[in-house]
């Protein structure tokens, strides 16, 4: 079954930290780049971190030096560390593998950032 499980999200304030936790069936997460993306309400689905099979990451100029991803290939899960909260990181955030190749997305899981 092709599943993508987002969890870790809430409300903060400015300058606080959150840890997003994705966990995905097998057939998504192994051996693919795993990536986060987050809509914020009128806007396009953006990705902001990507981390593939080996542990090489690449983030969005927006969140460098604020977010880090990183995923445990034990636990088919990925996670991404949030610091340093902007009320501009508002949105709903959503993870799915790197191309996205037609995979359903979750659910996604709320952050809001208040000022």
């Known amino acids: 079954q092709v599943q993508l499980v987002e969890s870790g999200g809430g409300l903060v304030q400015a300058g606080g930290s959150l840890t997003l936790s994705c966990a995905a069936s097998a057939s998504i997460f192994r051996l693919n780049t795993m990536g986060w993306f987050r809509q914020a309400p009128g806007n396009q689905r953006e990705l902001v971190a990507a981390?593939?099979?080996?542990?090489?990451?690449n983030v969005a100029d927006a969140v460098k030096g604020r977010f880090t991803v990183s995923r445990d290939n034990a636990r088919n899960t990925v996670y991404l560390q949030m610091n340093s909260l902007k009320p501009e990181d508002t949105a709903v955030y959503y993870c799915?593998?790197?191309?996205?190749?037609?995979?359903?997305w979750g659910q996604g899981t709320q952050v809001t950032v208040s000022s």
């Open positions: 799915n593998r790197v191309p996205v190749r037609g995979t359903p």
């Open positions: 981390i593939n099979s080996g542990g090489g990451t």
